[in-house]
């Protein structure tokens, strides 16, 4: 795995490029000269969270003959107010639509937080992560 970033102008704004070359645009917060060009750092660990969660989620439903409709996540995240405001906690909320039965999809996410996402998983254990879920 192999990622490139380079310098896109003279503030703040950066491009990011994988081995797919698949581009993200990154920038800094206003407050200290970002231009709002691309999603902040911290932003970008929050979608990577929910991006791995969700891929292994919908994996493990679907090796629970589970029948997903549709999905949703929603990510909030508290900040630590310490120099590098590092991440105190983090809540998913999981939104699945379909017949789902509640227990396995409990179950589902328990094992996606704590066994198989990796980027949970490669959290600081003393952020804290929660979640909860709604089937419609």
């Not at 990577?48 to 493990?60: F, P, T």
Request: hydrophobic share 40%; with cysteine.
């Amino acid at each position: 795995m192999e990622v490139k970033l380079k310098r896109v102008n003279k503030a703040f704004h950066y491009e990011a490029i994988n081995d797919s070359k698949i581009k993200v645009n990154i920038d800094a917060n206003p407050a200290i000269g970002g231009e709002e060009k691309g999603a902040r750092p911290m932003e970008l660990l929050l979608m990577g969270v929910a991006g791995c969660s969700s891929i292994d989620l919908g994996l493990i439903l679907k090796k629970q003959k589970q029948e997903l409709v549709d999905y949703q996540v929603d990510v909030t995240a508290e900040r630590h107010d310490n120099m590098s405001k590092t991440f105190k906690s983090i809540h998913l909320h999981f939104t699945l639509w379909g017949d789902l039965d509640h227990h396995k999809v409990e179950r589902a996410i328990e094992l996606t937080l704590t066994k198989y996402c990796s980027v949970a998983l490669s959290l600081d254990k003393a952020i804290e992560i929660t979640n909860t879920f709604t089937i419609i």
